[in-house]
């Protein structure tokens, strides 16, 4: 009802826009709130969610940018005249969140839809669903219409309620890959659009030539990042065999240094898992994987003495290959030697996702074969939460997912085209 009435749909773009950015100005006085809110409940360290949080009034304002750039209108020269190429929203959309990074995920969705002219239903994670309450306090604190923003609660099966729900006409959804199909198939019932981000089992390559300090720097980070529960951390280290014996030292020595402690502890370089029940999930899979003939477990960071789902930072060394392919989405990672380039790619293109890779080694040699991983994205002699240009688009391959993420791709997303022109003369 409150799409249909075009109270926000109908609204300009430039004023939307304001809107947008007054959305940005309330959130800038809560960011440290955010932060705090995400650190509790999610178990990531305080100093990431701060910095992740710090992005969130920046991401309206990209939304308010890309409004005023006319990105929603085009013409196009015809036969009689101009032709009107519009995007306008699909109507009233559903945006679910995921429990690692709660805030700034579901942030950019919402700037994104409401930029479109989309009214929205937001169902955040169960685990997690306290700071999305913030950021619709700040849409209606902005003076936004009071039916332009709505905020749901509840598991699964209150998701799949919403997105089923013929009335909605797109969903965008960050989440695992069982929710994702669950998602797709709900979708498809309506052949509504669907945007999804699933995460993946991000291979990291190290050349012969690789600066093997800043190789084991990322591993270390790769593994600890938001707790290891991050769509981009590594899942698989492949590593030319003549350099392995020193770059697993480098690493042995690097997470020995590596604190566990207390998510709002800023100490801490590494908090607990989500709950109790992933917990056991990453436990029972490292088990499985150990199961192997001469698998080792890589793991010298000391467990705090403190209640809490902590689980080490893990390299898993001696697991075949083919045993490596599934994600875990936790501070596990394997690893695997490789004596050719061509068996790296190889290995690298194994398994059915296809989000993220890291290279590291000589640059020229490392952006050739980055060239080659059936990936989204690859960074090459580095690994960064944050993506490589602010404005290039967040893809994903293969079970990764369903549709480019990012400033412009995902406001466009939320809309569809009318295209308007004279046909002919009288």
Known sequence: AGFQGGSWSGLDAELRADALDKVAQRLEARVGELAEL????????????????????????????????????????????????RAVPLGPVAL????????TIIAHKLASALAAGCNVIIKPSEHVPHSTGLLVDAVLEAGLPTDVVQLLHGDGAVGNSIVSDPRIKA????????????????????LKPVQLELGGNNPLLVLADADLDAAAEAIV????????????????VIVDRSVMAPMLELVKTKLGTVRLGHSLDPQSD???LVHRQHLAQIQQAQQSLLKAPSSTALNPTATPALQGHFHP???????????????????????????????????????????????????????????????????????SLLSLAPTAPRAAWGLSGLGDEGTLETLRFFTGHRVIGVGGQP
């Open 96 to 103: 679910i969140g995921p429990w690692n990074a709660p805030t």
């Open 171 to 190: 969903v965008s959804f960050t989440g695992g890959l069982t929710g994702g199909r669950a998602v797709a198939a709900a979708c498809a019932q309506d």
């Open 221 to 236: 980070a790769g593994l600890t990042t938001l707790n290891g529960q991050w769509c981009r951390a590594i899942g698989r």
């Open 270 to 272: 590494m908090g607990p």
């Open 38 to 85: 995400d650190a509790r409940t999610s178990g990531v360290t305080i100093t990431w969610t701060a910095l992740m949080t710090r992005l969130v009034p920046v991401i309206f304002r990209q939304a308010s940018k890309a409004l005023r750039s006319g990105l929603l209108r085009q013409l196009h020269p015809g036969r009689y005249g101009a032709v009107e190429v």
């Open 313 to 383: 930072p893990t390299l898993l060394c001696g697991v075949p290959h083919e045993q490596a392919l599934e994600e875990l989405f936790g501070p596990v990672a394997t690893v695997h030697p490789f004596t050719s380039e061509t068996e790296a790619i190889s290995l690298a293109n194994a398994g059915r996702y296809g989000l993220a890779a890291y290279v590291f080694g000589d640059e020229q040699r490392a952006l050739e074969l980055a060239g080659q991983i059936r990936a989204g994205s690859t960074q090459v002699n580095g690994l």
